[in-house]
């Protein structure tokens, strides 16, 4: 009898011991899984941080060549006034010596 209670006790130790071994190697292979996944998150985060950083860069250097443009533009834009206003200038001078 107090060989079979052994045997017995002995046999739930050994079930015990099964059961938490199989628990271990399921939360290995959870941990696994989700060191993957992370590892893959990652990856496609800095996939879209970089493509984000080419998207700015892009934009910047558009607005940079759009100024460019437009104070050029500006400049011409100033010249033309400036040659219309002596135009004008000159206009009024000659109606007002012929007014004479």
């Known amino acids: 009898v107090l060989l079979a209670?052994?045997?017995t006790k002995l046999e739930i130790e050994v079930s015990s011991h099964t059961t938490a071994k199989n628990n271990l190697a399921s939360t290995?292979?959870?941990e696994m899984t989700?060191?993957?996944m992370l590892e893959a998150?990652?990856?496609?985060?800095?996939k879209q941080l970089n493509d984000a950083q080419k998207t700015l860069d892009t934009v910047k250097t558009q607005l940079r060549t759009d100024?460019?443009?437009a104070r050029k533009h500006n400049e011409?834009?100033?010249v033309a006034l400036e040659a219309?206003?002596?135009?004008?200038r000159s206009v009024v001078a000659?109606?007002?010596a012929m007014q004479k």
Do not use: F, M, P
């Open 94 to 96: 000659e109606l007002a």
């Open 5 to 7: 209670s052994l045997h």
């Open 84 to 88: 219309a206003k002596k135009d004008h």
């Open 76 to 78: 011409t834009t100033q």
């Open 28 to 30: 290995h292979n959870h």
């Open 67 to 69: 100024l460019e443009t």
């Open 41 to 46: 998150a990652n990856s496609t985060s800095r």
């Open 34 to 36: 989700l060191q993957s």
